[in-house]
């Protein structure tokens, strides 16, 4: 028997190992089950070299618990090794047998896994002890057996193993004792060793009978040795990459179409990307794409390796050109992992145009999924957007869809402004937005509808990118002024009289939280709506941005701004101004003509102070203008107050408020019950 110490430059790598080189313990199995393969794929390569001329046998790796005696053994009969490899290979950590395989059979030697030499010592996760019996393939090579406690110190002596291949047995600790269940070893073998190359066996097949399940004699073999993803795309049928998928993810639905990656030059790469249905979500659709390394499953964390919105994509990319570090779990940013990012991508704008020009009819059916993919694409990644906005779409509210040159090409008659701006009007909601979109329509205009979770920041990105361009919301202003052709016709209403209607209107406007409005007159014509609601577009953008940009976070605090147009051509608003004045005319003739001589001493003391230097007005002169205005403010307190109390009692403008509001969708409870009952009594 030999005793010594193990190579390494700490005292102790085991609490090393346990809590920083690995990022979960659950890896352990990972790497002993990949060493077994790569032991397993190293004979092969032997074979096919002619340096091993045996026979070979029914090559598998075998994964064995055993409850009672705490351990888990993981079997293979691969190439197995010497004592003399064992101390070069386990004792001295860090010269990886692979490393000096590799040199010597570069060219055949592609599916071996390993790079560092230490997933080994992953067992110690995990084992109080760990055990290896082995033997070399060697002719008359002496099993030989290891052994080590999680210290330093190992013990290797001879050992009886009649079959060429390795066993190592890991002693569980009493605090790992989760990975002495059957269900969790299922669970982690499927996670992690669901498509490695060389079979992986777990127990045995089992079947109904006499009502339970028992063992067979079938070995139950837990992996795809070729997943789809490493056979020839001209071979494979539309069925066959739906059933892979069903394989990936059996809760899911179909997916939309999919992209087969192969590629050899610069790096190696394969793998299958699916375009699921994105619908409104995009965090539940992230950590879908699946990482492997020589078929073997790293992690399904890959940002870094795809773009940030390409991790809305599912599917399974494969690389041994992507650098790892010892655990396989995180990646390191180096320029391979930017030329397979760009790769990617391309691949994937290549694969949507190609399908948009085969069949445009098929890809607009398809639109609604893809269109949050394709916006988070556009607004995350700029040569993206130079890439998708060919086969990108706008969808009207009719259903059309029309690509951006399209669209250009057909609202460039009726949609340019009098400063030359294309005006792309669009609606967040048909329902409540309809009176806005048929105005619209009536004019002759077209309508967008941008109802995405993603459309508000389009909204901004394509004001940039489209020159003289501006995107308006079809609710944000009144039919004559989203798309101004000529300067606005004035009204015939006298200053005065555009006052006191103001007043009328905006004193009876409801108080609702976080919302203010002002009132606005215009000459709309007599066909016009009365009273519309509209809301601003800049402000309204700056709240709904705020949502996904933390620094404008101030705007979404702000209230909601609205203005109140009043159309001083139509009947009603007319009536309620003319019976208005007449019915408060007595009442306030005195306070006009207060209010008028307070204005014109106002304006008098202002002038003749203008011509002074600041220091040269007298304390008297400032106090006088100050009491002026504060009696102007008076007199027009009390002026609004009768106009307000008419207006109070006048049902016709609560009508036309609350009509208003209500095709806002912002008349509800007792306000509504109010409108109508209200609406009743005008009609008896």
């Known amino acids: 028997m030999k005793k010594g110490n193990i190579g390494v430059t700490t005292e102790n790598i085991f609490p090393v190992i346990k809590k920083f080189l690995y990022s979960d313990h659950e890896i352990f199995l990972r790497e002993m089950v990949s060493n077994a393969v790569d032991a397993t794929q190293k004979l092969k390569t032997l074979a096919q070299k002619g340096d091993f001329k045996g026979d070979m046998g029914d090559l598998k790796v075998t994964i064995a618990l055993d409850k009672d005696a705490k351990t888990l053994t993981i079997s293979d009969n691969g190439i197995g090794m010497t004592a003399e490899e064992i101390d070069k290979y386990i004792n001295q950590i860090a010269f990886s047998g692979v490393t000096d395989f590799l040199d010597k059979y570069k060219d055949e030697a592609n599916a071996i896994i390993g790079h560092f030499g230490l997933g080994f010592y992953s067992s110690f996760m995990v084992s109080d002890q760990v055990d290896i019996i082995t033997r070399s393939y060697q002719d ?10 999680g210290s330093p110190e190992f013990t290797l002596e001879d050992a009886d193993k009649a079959e060429r291949g390795t066993d190592i047995v890991l002693h569980i600790s009493d605090d790992c004792k989760e990975f002495l269940e059957k269900a969790k070893i299922e669970e982690l073998l499927n996670k992690y060793c669901k498509f490695m190359a060389v079979p992986v066996v777990f127990g045995k097949k089992t079947e109904w009978k006499d009502g339970k399940q028992v063992d067979t004699a079938e070995d139950n073999v837990i992996n795809h040795v070729e997943p789809l993803w490493t056979k020839t795309p001209s071979t494979l049928k539309d069925e066959d990459y739906k059933e892979f998928y069903r394989t990936l993810y059996p809760m899911q639905d179909e997916p939309l179409f999919w992209i087969h990656l192969n590629v050899d030059f610069p790096f190696h790469l394969t793998g299958i990307l699916y375009f699921p249905h994105v619908q409104n979500n995009i965090e539940l659709q992230r950590n879908k794409i699946q990482l492997y390394c020589n078929q073997v499953f790293v ?26 570090n010892v655990s396989r779990s995180y990646l390191q940013s180096d320029a391979n992992v930017k030329k397979i990012s760009t790769y990617i991508t391309k691949k994937v704008a290549d694969r949507l145009q190609q399908i948009f020009k085969a069949d445009r009819a098929d890809y607009e059916k ?55 701006n294309l005006v792309y009007l669009y609606a967040t909601n048909k329902e409540d937005q309809y009176a806005y979109i048929s105005n619209a329509q009536a004019k002759g205009y077209n309508v967008l509808l941008f109802d995405g979770q993603l459309d508000v920041p389009m909204v901004s990105m394509l004001e940039q990118k489209i020159e003289k361009s501006r995107f308006t919301r079809v609710d944000s202003d009144i039919i004559d002024r989203l798309i101004v052709k000529e300067d606005a016709r004035k009204t015939e209403l006298s200053e005065a009289e555009r006052d006191n209607l103001s007043e009328l209107f905006r004193s009876q406007m409801p108080q609702i939280d976080k919302a203010n409005f002002n009132v606005d007159i215009e000459a709309l014509g007599e066909q016009a709506t009365p009273v519309m609601i509209t809301q601003n577009e800049y402000m309204r953008r700056m709240k709904e941005m705020s949502h996904f940009q933390p620094g404008m976070s101030f705007y979404g605090q702000m209230p909601d701004s609205y203005n109140v147009v009043l159309n001083a051509d139509h009947k009603l608003v007319k009536t309620v101004l003319d019976e208005a004045t007449k019915a408060t005319a007595e009442t306030l003739k005195p306070i006009d003509a207060e209010l008028k001589g307070l204005q014109a001493r106002l304006a008098a003391l202002r002038q003749s102070q203008s011509s002074k230097k600041p220091e040269e007005v007298t304390q008297e002169e400032k106090d006088d203008v100050a009491q002026t205005e504060k009696a102007v403010n008076e007199q027009r307190d009390k002026k609004n107050q009768v106009l307000a109390g008419y207006a109070a009692d006048n049902s016709i403008v609560h009508q036309l408020i609350d009509l208003a509001l209500l095709q806002n969708g912002m008349l509800k409870g007792e306000a509504l019950d109010k409108f109508l009952k209200r609406s009743i009594d005008l009609i008896k």
């Open 140 to 149: 008359g090579a002496q099993a030989v057996k290891w052994s080590c406690d």
């Open 299 to 324: 992690t399904d964390q890959v940002e870094g390796i795809v773009p940030d919105f390409l991790t809305l994509l599912h599917g399974v990319i494969d690389s041994p050109d992507i650098p790892l």
């Open 366 to 420: 398809k639109w609604d999924d893809l269109k949050l993919f394709i916006h988070y694409g556009m607004l995350s990644q700029e040569d993206f957007y130079d890439r998708a906005k060919d086969f990108a779409l706008f969808k009207d509210v009719d259903g059309k869809y029309f690509t951006y040159e399209d669209y250009q090409t057909l609202i460039k008659g009726e949609q340019t402004d009098k400063d030359g």
